[in-house]
């Protein structure tokens, strides 16, 4: 039958601390003026790349490597996560939407015969992430889910942009607005009224995440439900290329607005009787939105109105809150993870990152699971963000007081492993600031000094790694490698994720000296990395784990 209990490691000790560090958005590229880790100074990443050769190795943190549909797909903080912790691949969100899709399959679910109950009389709201960025959600998918829903007997349909510029260049979303637009079109020569109702640049209008800041939410909540908005535009594309002209505006922070008809009001407010669907596939940055569309008691901003809908996600976004009820597609069930195996094992856990990364290191890691295996044995520590500031102007951000939670962690002894997420790279690199990029990388290495130091002094083992690449490409290139340039002569800044691959390194004083990189897992990648630590921790990985990537010789 099955047990939780692992076996021993038969080369590698129990109790030693093991500090396991994930630089979010830190991947390795050619050295060259775009890329800020190589910019940086960065001392203590080049003294691990430089130092003992078979204890620094790169691994695959993009594509298949981590359940996206295709090796062409960046890595992200989601999938990387969920990789990290759970050990083995799974098909991600993006890959079980296409497939679902592709059968068909997804209007035969439950989520869709729920919805489409209310095609007769209501209207079908459709509300997420316009792009191609395949990260949260995909411009196709929502082509194919409009196409299949009018099929299906929707009559009368209304989509609730959010802009990107952050999983794809800024400045892009005024073509996929038009793309949207004209699909929009078609569906109307069939008799279909169909039309954008609202929108918003994501990082400014719904898509928030852990409970950052729920003004964001409420934004979009004003415009998408309460048809309220501070602009008002008879067209989509208009609103797009009108509002990117004011000061400091780009497809990131683009304010919220509404599309009003000829009389000046909005075509588009979600009443009772309405089919709602929020079509990105991931869950961070959705599930604020869900609380506030399903649950009846809220008290997170002042809802005015609570219309009587039936809403289902695109998948369900947390399966512990069983959130929401109905979702057109399951799911990947992430089980048996690494985190969850240690705990039974007494392994004492501690886990931190600041709030806008912390659900990465604990959610996702432990396989989109909220809260405790054991609170017992684990404890997890959340440090405040900054709010309302874009991190460019905080490059540091609570990087030292990350630093200094697990250096406390760990010199109290008492836990095994202590886990954080450094955000820097990542997200300052989201910015596009590449000055400010620059400086958070050098904050990151020197938490990173930090952490090492205190695994130093209580004779323990570290592993640095990332989890998608970020900061060391800040520039959109053609095939052959070479920076595009835009109309004007400028460099395409690329605030997006990368398909690099990022480093891992493992050392400190309590690693048994014969431990060192295999050579033969040439292909490794995140999901490598859970067996690696269980290892480390003295313990083998169970069977259908992806292979260590460590090994232990005799010296
Ligand atoms: C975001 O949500 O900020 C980006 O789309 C992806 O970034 P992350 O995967 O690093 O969180
Ligand atoms: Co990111």
Request: charged share 25%; hydrophobic share 40%.
């Amino acid at each position: 039958g099955f047990s939780w209990k692992l076996n021993d490691h038969p080369k590698l000790p129990k109790g030693k601390t093991v500090a396991v560090v994930v630089l979010d958005g830190w991947g390795e590229a050619q050295p060259n003026q775009y890329n800020c880790i190589h910019v940086a100074e960065t001392p203590t990443m080049d003294s691990l790349k430089n130092g003992a050769p078979d204890r620094w190795r790169l691994v695959k943190a993009h594509g298949t490597a981590v359940g996206l549909p295709t090796d062409d797909d960046m890595g992200n903080s989601e999938v990387g996560h969920n990789a990290l912790g759970a050990g083995r691949i799974y098909a991600q969100g993006a890959k079980l939407v296409d497939i679902a899709l592709e059968t068909g399959k997804i209007y035969d679910g439950e989520g869709f015969k729920y919805i489409k109950e209310c095609f007769e009389n209501g209207t079908l709201h459709l509300i997420g992430l316009l792009s191609d960025g395949g990260v949260h959600s995909r411009l196709d998918q929502l082509q194919l889910l409009l196409k299949g829903s009018a099929e299906r007997g929707a009559k009368r349909i209304r989509v609730h942009i959010l802009t990107d510029g952050r999983d794809v260049l800024d400045g892009s979303s005024v073509g996929f607005v038009e793309t949207l637009e004209n699909d929009l079109a078609k569906l109307r020569g069939k008799g279909i009224d169909a039309q954008i109702a609202s929108g918003g640049g994501r990082m400014y209008v719904t898509m928030d995440r852990y409970e950052n800041d729920w003004d964001v939410v409420k934004r979009g909540w004003d415009a998408q439900v309460l048809g309220e908005a501070p602009y008002k535009f008879k067209n989509a594309v208009e609103a797009v290329k009108k509002l990117r002209e004011l000061p400091n505006a780009n497809d990131q922070y683009l304010p919220p607005f509404v599309i009003v008809d000829d009389n000046g009001k909005a075509v588009g407010p979600i009443v009772d009787g309405d089919a709602v669907v929020t079509f990105n596939f991931r869950a961070d940055r959705m599930v604020m939105l869900a609380k506030a569309l399903e649950y009846e008691d809220f008290d997170k901003f002042d809802r005015v109105r609570f219309p009587k809908i039936r809403y289902a996600g695109m998948l369900q976004y947390d399966g512990e809150l069983k959130l929401p009820s109905h979702y057109l597609v399951s799911p990947p069930e992430i089980e048996r993870t690494s985190g969850e195996y240690l705990v039974h094992n007494g392994i004492r856990t501690f886990a931190c990152s600041e709030t806008v990364k912390f659900g990465h290191v604990t959610f996702f890691w432990n396989g989109n699971r909220s809260g405790y295996f054991n609170p017992e044995l684990e404890e997890y520590v959340e440090i405040p963000s900054d709010i309302g500031i874009t991190f460019n102007v905080q490059p540091k951000m609570k990087a030292l007081e990350i630093a200094e939670k697990a250096r406390d962690a760990i010199l109290s002894r008492k836990f095994d492993q202590v886990r954080v997420n450094l955000p820097n790279s990542d997200m300052v690199g989201h910015t596009g600031d590449i000055e400010a990029t620059i400086i958070s990388c050098k904050a990151a290495d020197e938490a990173v000094k930090m952490i090492i130091g205190a695994i130093e002094q209580v004779g323990g083992i570290y592993v640095i790694t990332a989890d998608h690449g970020n900061a060391e490409d800040m520039v959109k290139r053609n095939k052959k490698g070479e920076p595009l340039l835009d109309k004007n002569g400028n460099i395409q800044i690329l605030t997006s994720h990368t398909t690099q691959p990022v480093p891992i390194a493992i050392g400190g004083p309590g690693l048994a000296p014969g431990v060192r990189f295999r050579k033969d897992v040439p292909n490794g990648g995140l999901a490598n990395v859970a067996a690696t630590v269980m290892n480390l921790h003295g313990f083998e990985a169970p069977s259908d784990y992806e292979p260590t990537l460590i090994e232990v010789v005799d010296n």
